[in-house]
């Protein structure tokens, strides 16, 4: 799949108009030398001014990004193989036979480059194969010295190619680190107004009425464990997986179900790191916070989660202590439009390839268990 147009790339695209142009001048030097031995040497003299202005064509067109797509690549492929294929007539066989160039010689590599920049690999090796095709349909006898340039030819699809995608890939991991970067710069710059303001304030609140009766009480109750879970927000390794661009790399679990712990809330994990793909982990820790909104709204008290890394699946419980769900009630919740376990827990694991489970007895609290495997489907 073709990479965006990115910084990385444009040197490889301005060392490509170098090389067609070198390349151009060593076939001018070339059909200067051979004049007399060519068969019909005004014709060569046209098919060189073509491949001037195509060469010249071709720089305007892959210094712009927007340009870098399939009509002017396949335009270059076509028009290479055309001069190419039109050697024998031009340079005669009897010239070919007794050793002079075919025309394109180097330059007939320009389009293979082309290819493998925008491309890769796979584009590179197919361009390659298709010159060589036509490079070798022009000769009478196929030797070694053939074969050779048919190998080089094939080798400089490859290597461009490789080089391109190791080149798109720096540019996105650069891309990735500097939002990181910002994001992290950010994050800090809210803690510490966070740190002046809001945390001083719930910590004052708890202190001054963690002694006095009634709702004055519970607000500093409240204020504490706020305090506690912010506190645990501002200081998490970095941002949450959903606010990151989406990828292929792993992210781990316990940093983003540590921002949840809280005086109410405890946390076991493994101590070594759960990785899980970036959206599989951000689903799963959604649907543990929504678990735990509930916990906070209907059962109160304290709550438990323990993640537990099985190998090719991860589970994560989250338990309370509170009254239970009573028999039929998810049922009727879901019915009256109340959708919070249906969609925001199960729907979510469920679209993992996961499984919930609900374990639930009159006063004898809830165990929600969601089990994902290590990759989404």
Same mark, same amino acid.
């Given at each position: 799949?073709?990479?965006?147009?990115?910084?990385?790339?444009?040197?490889?695209?301005?060392?490509?108009?170098?090389?067609?142009?070198?390349?151009?001048?060593?076939?001018?030097?070339?059909?200067?030398?051979?004049?007399?031995?060519?068969?019909?040497?005004?014709?060569?003299?046209?098919?060189?001014?073509?491949?001037?202005?195509?060469?010249?064509?071709?720089?305007?067109?892959?210094?712009?990004?927007?340009?870098?797509?399939?009509?002017?690549?396949?335009?270059?492929?076509?028009?290479?193989?055309?001069?190419?294929?039109?050697?024998?007539?031009?340079?005669?066989?009897?010239?070919?036979?007794?050793?002079?160039?075919?025309?394109?010689?180097?330059?007939?590599?320009?389009?293979?480059?082309?290819?493998?920049?925008?491309?890769?690999?796979?584009?590179?090796?197919?361009?390659?194969?298709?010159?060589?095709?036509?490079?070798?349909?022009?000769?009478?006898?196929?030797?070694?010295?053939?074969?050779?340039?048919?190998?080089?030819?094939?080798?400089?699809?490859?290597?461009?190619?490789?080089?391109?995608?190791?080149?798109?890939?720096?540019?996105?991991?650069?891309?990735?680190?500097?939002?990181?970067?910002?994001?992290?710069?950010?994050?800090?710059?809210?803690?510490?107004?966070?740190?002046?303001?809001?945390?001083?304030?719930?910590?004052?609140?708890?202190?001054?009425?963690?002694?006095?009766? $009634? =709702? @004055?009480?519970? !607000?500093?109750? +409240?204020? %504490?464990?706020?305090?506690? *879970?912010?506190? &645990? #927000?501002? /200081?998490?390794?970095?941002?949450?997986?959903?606010?990151?661009?989406?990828? $292929? =790399? @792993?992210?781990? !679990?316990?940093? +983003?179900? %540590?921002?949840?712990?809280? *005086?109410?809330? &405890? #946390?076991? /994990?493994?101590?070594?790191?759960?990785?899980?793909?970036?959206?599989?982990? $951000? =689903?799963?820790?959604?649907?543990?916070?929504?678990?735990?909104?509930?916990?906070?709204?209907?059962?109160?008290?304290? /709550?438990?989660?323990?993640?537990?890394?099985?190998?090719?699946?991860?589970?994560?419980?989250?338990?309370?202590?509170?009254?239970?769900?009573?028999?039929?009630?998810?049922?009727?919740?879901?019915?009256?439009?109340?959708?919070?376990?249906?969609?925001?827990?199960?729907?979510?694991?469920?679209?993992?390839?996961?499984?919930?489970?609900?374990?639930?007895?009159?006063?004898?609290?809830?165990?929600?268990?969601?089990?994902?495997?290590?990759?989404?489907?």
């Amino acid at each position: 799949m073709p990479s965006p147009p990115g910084g990385f790339e444009v040197p490889l695209w301005r060392a490509l108009t170098v090389f067609r142009l070198a390349s151009l001048a060593y076939v001018c030097a070339l059909a200067v030398r051979d004049a007399d031995r060519y068969a019909r040497p005004y014709a060569v003299g046209a098919l060189i001014l073509l491949m001037i202005a195509w060469t010249g064509a071709t720089a305007i067109g892959y210094a712009r990004p927007a340009w870098r797509r399939w009509p002017l690549l396949l335009a270059d492929l076509l028009v290479v193989v055309a001069i190419v294929l039109a050697t024998p007539w031009v340079v005669g066989r009897t010239a070919l036979t007794h050793g002079v160039p075919t025309l394109g010689v180097a330059w007939m590599a320009g389009p293979v480059l082309a290819w493998a920049v925008s491309g890769g690999r796979r584009r590179g090796t197919v361009a390659a194969l298709i010159v060589a095709g036509a490079d070798l349909a022009t000769r009478e006898r196929i030797g070694q010295s053939s074969f050779t340039g048919v190998i080089l030819m094939l080798l400089a699809g490859v290597v461009v190619g490789h080089v391109a995608r190791l080149a798109a890939s720096a540019e996105e991991r650069l891309q990735r680190a500097v939002e990181l970067e910002a994001a992290t710069r950010e994050r800090e710059r809210l803690a510490r107004g966070i740190h002046d303001s809001v945390l001083q304030v719930l910590a004052l609140v708890q202190r001054r009425g963690a002694d006095l009766p $009634g =709702e @004055a009480g519970e !607000l500093a109750r +409240l204020a %504490g464990e706020q305090e506690a *879970a912010l506190r &645990a #927000l501002i /200081a998490g390794a970095g941002p949450a997986a959903e606010s990151l661009p989406d990828g $292929g =790399e @792993a992210v781990d !679990l316990r940093t +983003l179900l %540590g921002r949840y712990a809280s *005086a109410a809330v &405890a #946390l076991s /994990a493994p101590a070594t790191p759960v990785p899980l793909p970036r959206r599989v982990a $951000g =689903e799963l820790a959604a649907a543990t916070g929504a678990a735990l909104d509930n916990v906070g709204r209907h059962a109160g008290g304290r /709550a438990w989660v323990l993640i537990e890394d099985e190998g090719a699946t991860v589970t994560v419980s989250i338990r309370d202590e509170g009254p239970g769900i009573p028999a039929g009630r998810l049922t009727e919740a879901a019915a009256q439009g109340r959708l919070g376990v249906t969609q925001s827990i199960r729907g979510r694991v469920t679209d993992l390839g996961g499984t919930v489970r609900i374990v639930s007895a009159p006063e004898a609290g809830t165990e929600i268990e969601l089990s994902v495997p290590r990759s989404s489907r």
